[in-house]
């Protein structure tokens, strides 16, 4: 219990200090669909379980939740994600989709490298 205490207050001083430019980007096209939101676009949140309660497992780029009722965990997967040079997924970043899953979250990731084809 004490070790999930202090996860859980690292992961929210991270909060505040790791919101990089491509995450703004991110959010800023996500307000941009026409999409319903039965909970607003968040940026940097704790994880929560399938009991809607919060876990602190994770820290996710952006959350937010359908109309339906799906909750999405939208990641700005930087360079740091992906293995060089065939631009597949790094192990934990493989870890973090299957535990968002399981807390029934869909995963949707922004890779950077599909980000600056999109602007070209």
Not at 6 to 12: E, G, I, P, S
Request: with cysteine; proline share 5%.
């Amino acid at each position: 219990h004490e070790c999930q205490e202090t996860r859980t207050a690292q992961l929210k001083e991270q909060q505040s200090e790791s919101v990089t430019k491509f995450q703004k980007l991110v959010y800023a096209a996500v307000q941009q669909l026409p999409m319903q939101w039965s909970e607003p676009l968040a940026m940097e949140q704790l994880s929560r379980g399938r009991d809607g309660q919060e876990d602190g497992a994770l820290l996710i780029d952006i959350t937010a939740r359908t109309a339906e009722g799906v909750w999405l965990a939208i990641e700005a997967d930087g360079p740091d994600h992906y293995r060089q040079p065939d631009n597949a997924l790094t192990g934990p970043t493989q870890y973090r989709n299957r535990a968002l899953a399981a807390r029934g979250y869909v995963a949707v990731s922004v890779p950077y490298f599909k980000v600056g084809q999109a602007e070209g």
